[in-house]
């Protein structure tokens, strides 16, 4: 009974939207998610639509968690911020940048060398200090990634801040980490680990890179964050404005933050729902609580289907995947 009161009270006033995106982000051309709010103020729950009901209750928890419990003392409210730039022509960079005044660091998803350097090229005629970050998913074999890091390291020197998942095997990546003069990240080899031990973690990763939704929200975040002991980044998964502003209140609630933070994406989406959305001014965004705007929600509202598939959803994790600890958040 509990339960069902519990549920709903997220759909109370949670609305569905499908925001289209500038650019094809891992497939997705319509960001989809699920804003409702609760005694704290207002959440998102925004999975991407293939993960299982057990990878979704990590984002389940984190939007409850977002809603219901406030959050933790903040060391700082002003998040410096990195350009997110998609795999567009290099003539498109110079105005895509525009969406991020002041950003000097810059990451970049890659292919290879050969159809991504000039891109590069093209930042670094922009921002002349850049320091670039690159992101390869895990898309690289460790044959490959040598050669890559070879190249893009003769053409352009020490521009990199860090080299992000360059390859998805451990092993491969300690190798990597031991012969190249790039720092390596870890994103995606994180939420592998989730649950289990991170003493290894520094044979092949200088950087952690953690999102707020997949993680568990912020509570289990900062946990994770202080078991892996390396300096991390923030970063989205194309939220909003509502998802990024709990990512800034992750980021802000660290005792160290030493590198610019991936928060900067509502850039990616045509239009965000919370005015004015969060994005870097001067290379830094000003963390404040944010509500969504009421004619954008309706702007953006989900088609009746989408919103019966979403609410289907958050029952189908809350009662397969869901902890208790969880449920009893919802009053
Ligand atoms: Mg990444």
Redesign the pocket.
Known sequence: MTSTFALRDIFRDSVVVAIPTKTDFRGVSVREALIFRGSSGWSEFAPFVEYTATEAAHWLRAAIEGAYIPWPELKRTSISINATLPRIAPEAVKSFLLNYPGCTTIKMKVNDFESDADRLEAVIDEVPDAKIRL?I?GGWTLTQARKYLHEYFLRFGSVFEYI??PCENLEDLATLKSEVPMKIAV??AIRKFIGSDFTSISDFADIA?MKWAPSGGITDARKIISDIGLPTVI?SAVDTGIGITHGLALAASLDSLEYACGLGTTALLVEDIVKPSPRPINGVIELKRVEPNPELLAKYQASPERVAWWENRVIEVWENALSEEVKGWVN
């Open positions: 992101d998913n992000e998942q994103d995606e890179i970063s």
